[in-house]
């Protein structure tokens, strides 16, 4: 059953993707314009042609412009060697994805030749490069800014191997330029609505604890600890005492919770150790990820409380948005 739901969520996704690619071009693209490295130039006004729209061309690298969208910052450059060493000796088996573009009036006369934007298909536009290939197979579509924005982050969705970093500024980005809520980011991404909201609360990180997660010093689950601190000082602090010591992630619950309240460690401490039930502790741990907020059970002979700690009103709100929407 479990294979059958996350396959249709995957087909679901999929075909979220599909229909921001529309078949057919629009009546018109998008008439802002965006900086490609020192030369400005703005989306084609004039729609692409219909025998063009739609099906794969050979295009020159070198009008290829790269996406100012793309979410997507690391690249193992191992596997991009290997896929340049596979188009080198087969070639792009799937064509990438681009929009034309062309030049404003002040551009440099005589450059008349049609440029184009990356939407998707990064990794084999670079690999191609890598390979010494003069053109790359691509599909023109005529889509405007807000499309090829959403098309890239939801693309970038869809790929494994994503950083938790990059998850949660793609999160970021569909949620604050589309006046998204999580509940409506999560629909649009096929992902859980509780993992959204946990990926974008690791924007509230300092940038250098950020840094830290995104080249893998620190975990997801980390980073999840340490977000239980108030100040960015003391997330930073944390996050070096962590590195410094290898602490695992429940180590690192321990010690931002000793942080929190340090007049309660060493008893706290001994507690756990000696009274607390393993079934607590793993429904505990069952609470914190599927809210992403701290949870501590308080039972005695099956009778208890449950305490859920959350460190802003967009914790909150979220919250009681997950418990309204569980009610229901």
Known sequence: MATATTDNKRR????????????????????????????????????VAAEVAGKPMEIPLEQIERNPWQTRSHFDEALLDELAASIKASGVVQPIVVRLLKPVAHMEPGKNEPRYQLITGERRWLASKRAGKATVPSIVRAINDEQVLEMTIVENLQRADLNP??????????????????????LRTGKERASVANFMRLMRLPESVQAKVEAGELTFGHARALLALDHAEAIVSAAQKVQALSLSVRQTESYVNGLINPESRVRAAKVEEQTEDPNVREAEDRLRRSLGLKVKIEDKKGKGRVIIEYSGLEDFDALLEMLGSKAE
């Open 165 to 186: 970093m990059e998850q949660a500024r793609a999160f970021h980005r569909l949620a604050n330029e589309f006046k998204m809520t999580q509940e409506q980011v999560a």
């Open 12 to 47: 679901a996704l999929g075909k979220g993707l599909e229909s921001l690619l529309p078949s057919r071009p629009a009546g018109s693209a998008a008439t802002s314009a965006t900086n490609a490295g020192s030369v400005t130039i703005a989306a084609a006004a004039a729609p």
